[in-house]
């Protein structure tokens, strides 16, 4: 989580552009649908642009965001740390920290802990890609990765599956990201 310093509502600043538009999400990301032609897309990044965002049509956008798939709205925005992408109509009360920030901001790092069978007693595993957990975890079970999987099994579990032994006690590592 990251302290917010400001709140934008993207939501009302598309109303008062007469944008036939609706903003899911908040936080540090929002994924925008659109009703119309290509040119009311990028009048949407137009105006959250304006507000200081960064917005890309999700065709357009960077492939670091994995936000090809259509179920994203046809723009997607990001915030810069410390601002908020509010929604008046449904934000109540103080909000105070928020997530959904591009991983690599230093301050969205995580604690990661692993613990069960396979896993070595004090292993140090330095900073985790948050793509590579659920790999990690199938490892550990004995279950292949399927072929569209992103990410790949930690290589302090290399080897190890189920059917090992290892100790019940924690890993603790480094930042998750």
Request: charged letters at 20%; glycine letters at 16%; proline letters at 7%.
């Amino acid at each position: 989580m990251l302290e917010v310093e400001r709140r934008v509502d993207l939501d009302a600043a598309l109303d008062a552009a007469d944008l036939p538009a609706t903003v899911w999400g908040g936080g540090g990301f929002a994924s925008v649908t659109v009703e119309g032609e290509e040119a009311v897309v990028d009048r949407v990044v137009e105006v959250a642009r304006g507000l200081g965002l960064e917005a890309h049509s999700r065709t357009r956008a960077p492939a670091a965001l994995r936000i090809g798939n259509p179920r994203f709205g046809a723009v997607v925005v990001l915030a810069p740390p410390g601002v908020a992408l509010v929604n008046s109509r449904g934000v109540r009360g103080s909000l105070r920290g928020s997530h959904g920030y591009w991983p690599d901001e230093p301050r969205m790092g995580a604690l990661f802990v692993a613990a069960g069978r396979g896993v070595p007693a004090g292993t140090k595993l330095g900073e985790v890609h948050s793509l590579d957990v659920a790999p990690t975890v199938l490892a550990l079970l004995g279950v292949p990765t399927p072929v569209w999987m992103e990410g790949r099994p930690l290589e302090a579990f290399q080897g190890l599956g189920s059917a090992s032994k290892g100790s019940e006690a924690a890993v603790a590592g480094g930042g998750i990201r």
